[in-house]
């Protein structure tokens, strides 16, 4: 009963650097999301997934790639880190809009804080 | 595109107290969710309210979308409530993605 696994949890990078965050979830769910947290800002839509071979743009995707190559899991990578990519990134996911709810309602992540030096 | 602001930024109360958090939007939303992040960090669903009143235990949600704002009232305040909570709209037409407000932190002491 994972739910939406971050890793890794932590990382330090140096200016330059490049990293991949893993996001996967056991749920089936069709969607995913990557966000980032601020201090002030709230959380911010880097790249979403709406299924499988997917990815599209959100607020704030420069940077950044993704790629959904399997369902249950949802990259995020950081070609050549800079100190404003300091942040605490969360990764969710959600069957989307449903008949049920009416509302398309997201799992979230515990969260990995990465801070580039 | 959309624009969401809550208020007030942060929020200090001793246990037992009553609160007001509201969140404004900029324009027409097909749903609009209130997140609880603890203080470890993990976020929570609250409610999902596109219009109306929902009730939780203490805590209840408000949607007056023609007037675009949502407001969520916690009443009799515990320890545990302490966190930020977010307001999040799915904007209209439907997008498939949820934009976040920029949270009140509320601070519950003893």
């Known amino acids: 009963n994972a739910g939406v696994t971050q890793t890794p949890k932590f990382r330090v990078l140096k200016t330059g650097q490049s990293m991949t965050l893993l996001c996967a979830q056991d749920?089936?769910?069709?969607?995913m999301y990557w966000y980032r947290q601020d201090p002030g800002m709230g959380l911010r839509l880097i790249h979403y997934?709406?299924?499988?071979?997917?990815?599209a743009k959100g607020e704030v995707p420069d940077g950044y790639n993704v790629s959904r190559l399997k369902k249950q899991n949802f990259l995020l990578g950081l070609e050549s880190a800079a100190p404003s990519q300091t942040s605490v990134y969360f990764c969710?996911?959600?069957?989307?809009?449903?008949?049920?709810?009416?509302?398309?309602?997201?799992?979230f992540g515990a969260g990995s804080r990465l801070t580039v030096l | 595109g959309i624009q969401v602001e809550q208020s007030p930024p942060d929020l200090i109360l001793q246990e037992g107290a009553n609160s007001t958090l509201r969140c404004n939007f900029s324009?027409?939303?097909?749903?609009l969710q209130w997140f609880h992040q603890n203080p470890w960090g993990q976020l929570i669903n609250l409610f999902y309210?596109?219009?109306g009143t929902k009730q939780n235990g203490r805590l209840s949600a408000t949607t007056v979308a023609t007037e675009r704002y949502s407001l969520l009232y916690i009443s009799s305040s515990q320890t545990t409530d302490s966190g930020v909570y977010f307001c999040?709209?799915?904007?209209?037409?439907?997008?498939?993605?949820?934009?976040f407000g920029t949270g009140t932190r509320l601070q519950v002491f003893p």
């Open positions: 324009d027409s939303v097909n749903n």
């Open positions: 309210i596109p219009s």
């Open positions: 997934s709406v299924g499988e071979g997917t990815t």
């Open positions: 969710a996911s959600s069957y989307g809009v449903t008949l049920e709810s009416g509302a398309n309602v997201l799992t």
């Open positions: 749920m089936n769910h069709e969607y």
């Open positions: 999040a709209v799915d904007p209209f037409p439907y997008t498939d993605k949820l934009i």
